[in-house]
């Protein structure tokens, strides 16, 4: 199998791991895209939330996860969960916002990469930006919000599918075995997440 086809089967078995834990629980799917990613809310057409990652990348999925996990149930009724994205070219004022509003989901997305065995590495998504980016500060404050996490627990939804992501990726079970066992944990430590 070629790395392109072993990360298609990858991103496969996430998109059915994470749709086994949440569409019922949540009402919750997540969709490859084709473009760029978006959240987008139940509707007439549509009986489940989707979150739609950009251009079948793994990380993207995981990125968008993360977000997911951190937003409350009110901002999960929103499209984008009512926020609204700043595109690359950002000056410094900007920048440092986004990175403010980053550090959360990025140190959840980082918690859920190393469940996958796979290696990290933070977005400051500001290619064209006239801001003086320090990558190492960022990288540096997306760690100690993990550490945090890892000293006061990560999100419930998020601990579910870290836990989920672990038993796939790491102890080689079946996406329904990780599933399973991550619903099931899930299913005594949600309240109303």
Same mark, same amino acid.
């Given at each position: 199998? @070629?790395?392109?086809?072993?990360?298609?089967?990858? +991103?496969?078995?996430?998109? @059915?791991?994470?749709?086994?834990? /949440?569409?019922?629980?949540?009402? @919750?799917?997540? +969709?490859?895209?084709? *473009?760029?990613?978006?959240?987008?809310?139940? *509707?007439?057409?549509?009986?489940?939330?989707?979150?739609?990652?950009?251009?079948g990348y793994f990380a993207s999925a995981l990125h968008e996860i993360s977000h997911?996990?951190?937003?409350?149930?009110?901002?999960?009724?929103?499209?984008?969960?009512?926020?609204?994205?700043?595109?690359?070219?950002?000056?410094?004022?900007?920048?440092?916002?986004?990175?403010?509003?980053?550090?959360?989901?990025?140190? +959840?997305?980082?918690?859920? @990469?190393?469940? &996958?065995?796979?290696? /990290? #590495?933070?977005?400051?998504? #500001?290619?064209?930006?006239?801001?003086? +980016?320090?990558?190492?500060? /960022?990288?540096?404050?997306?760690?100690?919000?993990?550490?945090?996490?890892? #000293?006061?627990?990560?999100?419930?939804?998020?601990?579910?599918?870290?836990?989920?992501?672990k038993g796939l990726f790491i102890e080689g079970q079946s996406p329904e075995q990780?599933?399973? &066992?991550?619903?099931?944990?899930?299913?005594?430590?949600?309240?109303?997440?």
């Open positions: 199998m @070629t790395s392109q086809q072993q990360e298609h089967y990858q +991103v496969e078995q996430l998109i @059915t791991l994470f749709n086994q834990v /949440f569409s019922s629980r949540y009402q @919750t799917l997540l +969709v490859r895209g084709d *473009d760029e990613p978006i959240y987008l809310p139940a *509707d007439e057409e549509h009986a489940h939330h989707r979150i739609v990652f950009a251009h997911w996990c951190i937003a409350g149930v009110r901002r999960r009724l929103l499209e984008d969960y009512g926020y609204w994205y700043m595109p690359d070219g950002r000056d410094d004022s900007a920048q440092e916002a986004f990175e403010a509003a980053e550090i959360a989901p990025q140190a +959840v997305e980082k918690s859920l @990469t190393l469940a &996958c065995a796979r290696h /990290f #590495n933070v977005s400051i998504d #500001n290619l064209e930006g006239s801001a003086d +980016v320090d990558r190492d500060a /960022f990288a540096a404050k997306v760690e100690a919000r993990r550490q945090r996490y890892l #000293n006061e627990g990560l999100p419930v939804r998020a601990e579910a599918f870290r836990r989920a992501l990780a599933g399973h &066992c991550a619903g099931d944990w899930l299913d005594q430590h949600a309240q109303t997440s």
